[in-house]
């Protein structure tokens, strides 16, 4: 999903009704983090310094596809610092480690919570809170105050993804009546922009919408879990387009757009350890990506929430194995950016991940009902 928005200086998140995963009910949060004007982030003091760097060779192959992944060499720099947050409400941050990964990129490794309190949904939800910084509750923007699911504009029926276009309009996939709604901004009564609001297999109808991404010209890609397949909705269309059909897109959870490859897609399922990666119009099985650089976790377990960096990088929620993973552009092969080795605020089962336009990570913590922010250094 897209997660960043220029909309106010907020944090805006979806409480939503839970997926059902092995028999028990799992809530998912999803998080929207905008941009601060005033940020800053700044470095107070470094003590040590070291560089280590590795390279791996892989060739896999699954029983849907297979990938080869060339050389790949990861460079990781860990030095002693201390920094003040980017966010003017909170104050220094004790002395951490960063890491450098790719395109020059680093992060505070020692997260802060910037939303707290929000309920892990077990059989309600229904709507969409808005989390001002700094602030220690959230107001409901879409949805119903009291959880409660329904079919009219303003409500929900299992929303559980949500994402922005360039113009501020929010986007939410209204899954169990089987529509995509558009919320302008500061409107708590969304128009259908997709599907009809009874389930169908049409150009005009969807079957239980999943996840939805917007590209730079607000087109809208919706994944219709129920029809396993892909549509592709223009603006102001009353008909969408087929984009893929496959039986691999069944139980997605999430939707990104690549943002330096033309027609590539990339998804996570529910079910799978793996991210598929589609391209528009090809033949053959999706690629995945697994493998992480790491020797104790080298795969992923539960992938989640993605999103991409202008640079063209990856970030994934890596959910059952606690941390984020970053796919720098053109790599198969992960680097850990943050896990749980951090004690306070502690990284517990991460679902969703967002950037600002300073490239300060948010993390929602599903665990710990929380949103944690590590400042880009």
């Known amino acids: 999903m897209s997660l960043i928005t220029n909309r106010c200086c907020c944090v805006t998140m979806i409480a939503s009704l839970c997926l059902v995963l092995l028999a028990a009910i799992l809530g998912v949060v999803i998080m929207l983090a905008t941009t601060s004007t005033s940020s800053s982030t700044s470095i107070t003091t470094s003590t040590t310094s070291s560089t280590s760097s590795s390279t791996s060779t892989s060739t896999s192959t699954t029983s849907s596809s297979s990938s080869t992944t060339s050389s790949t060499t990861s460079t990781s720099t860990t030095t002693t610092t201390t920094v003040t947050d980017v966010l003017g409400?909170?104050?220094s941050i004790p002395t951490s480690t960063v890491n450098n990964t790719c395109s020059g990129l680093h992060w505070n490794q020692t997260g802060?919570?910037?939303?707290?309190g929000f309920k892990k949904t077990t059989g309600d939800g229904h709507n969409i809170e808005q989390w001002d910084q700094c602030s220690s509750s959230g107001v409901v923007v879409a949805g119903s105050n009291t959880s409660?699911?329904?079919?009219?504009?303003i409500l929900f029926n299992h929303s559980e993804d949500v994402t922005f276009d360039t113009n501020g309009y929010m986007y939410v996939p209204n899954t169990d009546n089987d529509r995509v709604q558009r919320f302008p901004s500061g409107s708590n009564v969304g128009t259908p922009v997709a599907g009809t609001g009874t389930a169908g297999s049409t150009s005009s109808t969807l079957n239980k919408p999943q996840a939805v991404a917007i590209d730079s010209n607000s087109n809208i890609y919706v994944v219709d879990v129920g029809n396993k397949s892909?549509?592709?909705?223009?603006?102001n269309a009353t008909s969408g387009t087929l984009w893929l059909s496959d039986s691999d897109l069944d139980k997605t959870v999430d939707i990104v757009i690549s943002s330096t490859v033309t027609n590539r897609i990339y998804t996570t399922r529910d079910d799978k350890d793996i991210i598929y990666s589609w391209t528009n119009g090809a033949a053959s099985s999706p690629?995945?990506?697994?493998?992480?650089?790491?020797?104790s976790k080298s795969t992923l377990t539960k992938p989640r929430g993605?999103?991409?960096d202008k640079y063209g990088n990856l970030y994934v929620a890596d959910r059952d194995n606690d941390r984020v993973v970053m796919?720098?552009?053109?790599?198969?092969?992960g680097i850990v950016l943050v896990d749980d080795s951090t004690t306070s605020p502690k990284l517990d089962k991460p679902v969703a991940v967002a950037l600002d336009s300073n490239l300060n990570l948010y993390v929602v913590s599903e665990s710990g009902k929380n949103v944690i922010e590590y400042g880009r250094l």
């Open 112 to 116: 802060v919570t910037v939303a707290t």
């Open 148 to 153: 409660a699911s329904g079919s009219t504009s």
């Open 89 to 91: 409400c909170i104050r």
């Open 287 to 295: 690629a995945t990506i697994y493998q992480v650089n790491d020797t």
């Open 327 to 333: 796919y720098c552009a053109n790599s198969t092969v």
């Open 306 to 308: 993605m999103t991409f």
């Open 230 to 235: 892909i549509m592709k909705w223009a603006p």
